[in-house]
Nanobody, 119 residues
């Protein structure tokens, strides 16, 4: 069974930084794309950043130049480095990954980690 576990959220002042981690565990053959989403109170879940197995990245316009998505394939772990944080970045951040096991490939989700940007 495959599981994703996020960590690294917390409370930070505006202008500060946080690094989120997403560790995949289980009988993993390969991880295709990894994505970070976020959901603010009263809003729909929104895509923040994507990284493919080859390392190609894409970002939402609202985070371009401030957030960096990366991955360590040997550790089955993805990261989201968030700099110059703003109050509007406050949300629950979710990791999503398309993972292949010996028998199938499907999307998996983490449980979410809270990020609060406030003075």
């Amino acid at each position: 069974q495959v599981q994703l576990a996020e960590s690294g959220g917390g409370l930070v002042q505006p202008g500060g930084s946080l690094r989120l981690s997403c560790a995949a565990s289980g009988s993993i053959f390969t991880i295709y794309y990894m994505r970070w989403y976020r959901q603010a109170p009263g809003k729909q879940r929104a895509l923040v950043a994507t990284i493919t197995s080859g390392g190609t990245t894409n970002y939402a316009d609202s985070v371009k130049g401030r957030f960096t998505i990366s991955r360590e394939n040997a550790k089955n772990t993805g990261y989201l480095q968030m700099n110059s944080l703003k109050p509007e970045d406050t949300a629950v951040y979710y990791c999503n990954a398309n993972i292949a096991t010996i028998s199938k490939s499907m999307d998996y989700w983490g449980q979410g980690t809270q990020v609060t940007v406030s003075s």
